[in-house]
């Protein structure tokens, strides 16, 4: 199974930013010391045009430029400097090759290291997502895929971030090609949410059993919108801040609660066939050992369904 990262692109934040810059960094290196079957690959950068399929291009030169103003870097969360540019652009390049790697190439099953920047919207970004990674990534695939094979390429986003994907919901309001579903806190940021095609809100201190049956109904609502025919493609946002000692999080969901849920969401798309990207999305645990732990687990169940997947493909 192969995986994408940018964490060589470090950004300079001020001492005690809340963000957990070495997050990153720390995945990497333990998907690569305990996960052997997994293939890391530095991601490759997302271009201008590629970020234009899902972003105005007022937006991308301001970015590019350093031309944002100081409410825009504060609604961010992150001063502007190039480092945050190329982070931005690979964080992007990397659900990209994800996505193309399992559509494309066979795999069915691949993941970004990071991304899943579901706050950024067509015309600004937010919540420390300056471009989303998802919504550039699922035009750009429907564009190879109609030009491969001349029709049309339904998505299917399914965000468990503890966090709602508004920019995401925003990007594909009115676009019936792309399903996005949206499992996340009910009093937690964004505290405006958008209109996801299918919202389930959980309350604060939500524990294993009602977010796994509430997951378990959600997926059956979204595969039942689609009864004329499953998406030709998934993104999984495998959000790490549902857990219990996650900072932001608000719920109460445990490391074996989480590994659960992606066994649930990857076992329903491989019955159905779907390749899927998965990302990384939000973690800001107490302790950041444990919010890698969780991801390294999401990579590891990834790695399982991989295998499966493989052992079904014709040789």
Not at 39 to 59: F, I, K, M, N, Y
Not at 274 to 302: F, K
Request: hydrophobic residues 45%; charged residues 25%; contains cysteine.
């Amino acid at each position: 199974m192969r995986a994408f990262h940018s964490d060589h692109f470090v950004l300079p934040l001020p001492a005690g930013h809340s963000f957990p810059m070495t997050k990153y960094r720390l995945l990497r290196e333990a998907a690569e010391s305990s996960l052997p079957g997994v293939r890391v690959t530095e991601a490759p950068p997302a271009s201008d045009g590629e970020l234009a399929l899902a972003h105005d291009p007022a937006w991308i030169t301001a970015v590019v430029q350093g031309t944002t103003s100081a409410a825009q870097q504060r609604e961010i969360g992150f001063p502007w400097s190039e480092r945050m540019v190329e982070r931005a652009r690979r964080s992007v390049g990397a659900t990209v090759a994800a996505a193309r790697t399992a559509l494309f190439d066979g795999e069915h099953v691949a993941a970004n290291l990071a991304g899943g920047t579901h706050h950024a919207y067509a015309h600004k970004g937010s919540g420390y997502c300056v471009f989303n990674d998802v919504a550039v990534a699922a035009r750009l695939m429907q564009a190879e895929w109609n030009r491969r094979h001349r029709r049309l390429l339904r998505v299917l986003v399914i965000d468990l971030d503890v966090h709602q994907g508004n920019g995401t919901a925003s990007i594909f309001a009115d676009d019936p090609t792309v399903f996005t579903l949206s499992l996340h806190g009910a009093k937690n940021f964004p505290f405006r949410k958008e209109a996801s095609d299918l919202d389930v809100e959980l309350p604060d201190g939500c524990t294993d059993a009602p977010y796994l049956q509430a997951l378990d109904v959600a997926l059956e609502q979204a595969f039942a919108r689609h009864a004329d025919g499953p998406p030709g493609l998934a993104f999984y946002l495998a959000g790490a801040d549902p857990h219990e000692n996650d900072r932001l999080g608000r719920l109460k969901i445990s490391s074996a609660g989480l590994a659960e849920r992606d066994r649930r969401v990857l076992a329903a798309l491989q019955a159905r066939r779907i390749p899927v990207a998965l990302s990384m999305a939000g973690g800001y645990g107490r302790d950041l050992a444990t919010t890698v732990d969780v991801q390294r687990r999401t990579l590891e169940i990834a790695y399982a369904s991989w295998l499966r997947r493989a052992a079904e493909s014709p040789p």
